[in-house]
């Protein structure tokens, strides 16, 4: 079997990596027609304001996808569009039309749902929602299979996006396990040390995070720290400062090669907490690369973390909200045995269930029954 994986995706995203890696450690030969849009961008939703010089580029990187494809790609049975597709889905149904090709269409989520419902940069009334939606439905309708992350995910796509008769397929994301691995560093043997690395957004619900390390500022040996950027940065700064919150440091970004290393210095790694729909519908990366390196982690306990994971047994949970999330971080500290035991629990699932090579096998299935 023989794929061309299609787009302006962000190569470095584990969405992308993860199957790129896994089809090619599954003996799929895969060919790349890649022209980068995306890379090095930490807030992708704004893009989607589409400025003059955005469109501009747009173009100019799908005539060189096209370029590329007629040219330089050699013979192939199915053509997967990588996350962020979106955009790049019209060109790819146009070549697979006229090649006589199955296409798979990976979008991870919902560009309604994260740049207008969940990050909120435009209105749900404007033009550039209808854009959003209009975008999610025809990506979908153009496409003989769709890659979805959650089964709740794919319910949101049939029920709110009014997509029943769709063919949507349930791949979990995983981690890059070349990447991510258990790694041995100094600690501080006196302080229980929790710390969360991702993006600055509502999804994530990190002002509760801020709220429970209030709440445990007099409990001296538990040490947040906070890594990352994004729109919501400001704002937490100004929280922390205000709350004189000693207990709570921020790190800025970090290189993505360096974040095995980064996690191995924590206690406990946070999931996210946020309100959401779209946080009961996701497992976020962060939860797989936990359970890569072998780190317990606490998160909201949701429909989508059930879907694959055990509280208790692979995974902390709790109620997303200051006091319990608190109240958690409390029993973890205290509870050495079952910290440990859930850790081991959660790094055997991931290499049971979510490695590279047991996720592209899952990907191969699917494209030989498209």
């Given at each position: 079997m ?6 302006t ?32 961008t ?13 469109i ?7 005539f ?47 560009l ?35 890659l ?15 997509l029943p008769?769709?063919n ?9 396990d070349?990447?991510f ?19 600055f957004i ?7 995070i ?9 409990e001296?040996?538990i ?5 990352g ?15 004189g ?5 921020l790190v ?11 996690m191995?210095?924590?206690d ?17 990366n ?10 317990p ?16 047994e ?8 200051p ?20 850790s081991i ?19 191969k ?6």
């Amino acid at each position: 079997m023989s794929v061309c994986y299609f787009g302006t995706y962000e190569r470095s995203y584990p969405r992308n990596s993860i199957f790129l890696e896994g089809l090619r450690r599954n003996a799929v030969t895969v060919f790349e027609c890649h022209v980068p849009l995306w890379e090095k961008t930490v807030t992708k939703g704004e893009k989607f304001g589409f400025s003059i010089t955005f469109i501009l580029r747009f173009f100019i990187a799908q005539f060189r996808l096209l370029f590329r494809y007629v040219f330089f790609i050699p013979k192939h049975d199915i053509i997967i569009v990588g996350y962020i597709g979106h955009l790049d889905i019209f060109l790819a149904k146009m070549i697979a039309f006229f090649g006589r090709k199955k296409l798979v269409f990976n979008p991870l989520v919902s560009l309604f749902d994260t740049v207008i419902i969940d990050r909120g940069y435009f209105t749900t009334s404007s033009l550039k929602a209808r854009l959003m939606r209009f975008l999610d439905r025809s990506a979908c309708k153009m496409s003989d299979v769709v890659l979805l992350d959650t089964e709740a995910h794919i319910q949101y796509f049939r029920n709110e996006l009014d997509l029943p008769n769709i063919n949507f397929k349930r791949l979990f994301v995983g981690a890059d396990d070349r990447l991510f691995s258990p790694e041995q560093t100094e600690k501080p043997k006196n302080n229980f040390h929790v710390m969360f690395i991702g993006k600055f957004i509502p999804l994530h619900g990190i002002e509760k995070i801020i709220e429970s390390a209030g709440i445990l500022k007099s409990e001296t040996d538990i040490i947040f720290t906070l890594v990352g950027l994004g729109q919501l940065r400001p704002e937490i700064e100004k929280k922390i400062n205000e709350q004189g919150l000693d207990n709570v440091r921020l790190v800025d970004w970090i290189p993505y090669n360096q974040l095995s290393q980064k996690m191995a210095e924590a206690d406990l790694l946070l999931g996210i907490f946020g309100d959401s729909d779209k946080a009961k519908r996701v497992i976020p990366n962060k939860l797989f690369q936990t359970l890569a390196v072998g780190k317990p982690s606490l998160t909201a306990d949701t429909p989508a973390i059930r879907e694959l994971l055990i509280p208790d047994e692979h995974i902390f949970t709790s109620e997303p909200t200051p006091d319990k999330i608190a109240e958690k971080i409390r029993f973890i500290r205290t509870h050495e045995k079952t910290r440990c035991m859930v850790s081991i629990n959660g790094h055997k699932f991931f290499h049971e269930k979510l490695s590279i090579e047991k996720l592209g096998a899952e990907l191969k299935t699917i494209l030989k029954d498209a």
